[in-house]
């Protein structure tokens, strides 16, 4: 219904779209998917007569879209574009009645069937509550909503949108591209959408479309065009792809490129549960991070070894001996700070604190215990050593913990 061949377009002198092929029959539903200025939003408007090519061709069942009257074209391609900003307090209603505007005669006003082609096209998306609410007192994502039921008005037989889920929460998002699905298989209707969501595009498109720096790099279903390697070749960005657990269709999972972390080696003295979620937690914000002594089955133990972290272990409710201790000395000589968890200390594991007092690295001293519980049971010894660490900084929680990491030099 809708083709482009060989299309290419200079924007200011510069080449910005290259010899591109593109096709949407009745009932398809294509994604031109790419990172900024890669040149979708000029291909579309290629597609939709806002930018004439400077050479290929365009054709709507045919015949040249540029060679067609523009009233004739808009019964048949309507285009939703990204900015659905509004500067005039027109109401909902005549902002979607503007769409059935190709559809009346010179002059004319609309009908009793006008007015029910723009209720159907409010019912479909979501807007039709809205009616008579002035466009310039709504959201952003309302007004992208009341955009589409304006396309959609104009009863075309294809659809062109820029980028139609910005500005909507997750559940718009979804009812939008479920309606587009729906308009597709039901109505026939054939859709082009320029997205930048990797998984919306995977899961609803039947064929995608990726450019990059306005030439066309790959194309064909989801799963032999969003890849890792191409992810990382186009985007620059490292990610996982994996199967929709229910569609199967493939979804892109991020990985965080920069950690707060740097690199920096956090040795943390724990035991008991009382690091729960902290190792995790560093070791997920990029610190290199070691633990102990901890008795082997500790939960503390538990996770470190599910980490693969450095770590002292002693047997199961032994006391901290010679070899752990002197293990221990090595992990805090290559620390840069050291993070001292709420862990009660006994004559069993005051060594560990022994250890850490001599050590005299840097350390942050993690608070969680309940008001007024000690956790002291060395008759003093532990509580003098931890008031001895000079320089010590207290963090109240994790987040104050990660907050005080983040802004060591």
């Not at 992990?331 to 009660?344: C, K, N, W």
């Amino acid at each position: 219904m809708l083709e482009a061949k060989g299309v290419s377009c200079h924007r200011g002198g510069r080449l910005v779209l290259k010899d591109v092929d593109l096709a949407v029959a009745e009932g398809g539903f294509v994604g031109i998917i790419g990172p900024n200025a890669a040149g979708k939003s000029t291909l579309l408007s290629c597609l939709g007569r806002g930018l004439k090519p400077t050479s290929g061709r365009v054709t709507l069942k045919g015949r040249d879209i540029y060679a067609m009257p523009p009233a004739e074209c808009a019964r048949s391609l309507a285009v939703v574009g990204q900015d659905a900003r509004v500067e005039y307090a027109f109401t909902v209603e005549e902002l979607v009645l503007m769409g059935r505007l190709p559809h009346l005669s010179h002059l004319a006003t609309e009908g009793e069937e006008d007015y029910a082609v723009a209720a159907r096209a409010m019912q479909l998306t979501g807007t039709l509550g809205l009616r008579r609410r002035l466009a310039t007192e709504l959201s952003g994502g309302e007004l992208q909503r009341v955009a589409i039921a304006r396309a959609l008005a104009q009863e075309p037989s294809i659809l062109l949108l820029d980028e139609p889920t910005s500005h909507l929460d997750v559940g718009h998002q979804v009812e939008i591209m479920d309606l587009l699905a729906w308009l597709k298989s039901n109505a026939g209707l054939g859709v082009i959408a320029a997205m930048h969501d990797l998984n919306l595009a995977a899961e609803y498109c039947d064929e995608l479309l990726l450019l990059s720096e306005g030439e066309v790099t790959a194309r064909g279903d989801a799963a032999v065009v969003i890849t890792e390697a191409r992810v990382l070749q186009v985007y620059g960005a490292r990610v996982s792809v994996a199967p929709h657990p229910l569609s199967g269709r493939p979804q892109v999972v991020l990985t965080r490129r920069w950690f707060p972390g740097g690199g920096c080696r956090v040795h943390v003295v724990a035991g008991g549960g009382s690091a729960a979620g902290l190792l995790r937690a560093l070791t997920a914000a990029g610190y290199q991070v070691s633990l102990g002594p901890v008795g082997v089955g500790d939960s503390d133990w538990r996770e470190a070894v599910a980490l693969g972290l450095p770590l002292v272990e002693v047997p199961p409710f032994a006391p901290v001996g010679p070899e752990a201790t002197l293990a221990h000395k090595e992990l805090l000589a290559g620390a840069d700070v050291v993070v001292l968890a709420p862990v009660p200390f006994g004559h069993g594991n005051l060594p560990n604190l022994e250890a850490l007092v001599a050590a005299g690295r840097p350390v942050i001293i993690l608070e969680e215990q309940p008001c007024g519980q000690s956790r002291d049971f060395t008759g003093g010894k532990a509580a003098r050593l931890i008031a001895g660490l000079a320089g010590a900084k207290q963090a109240a929680g994790r987040t104050g913990l990660l907050a005080i990491l983040e802004g060591l030099p």
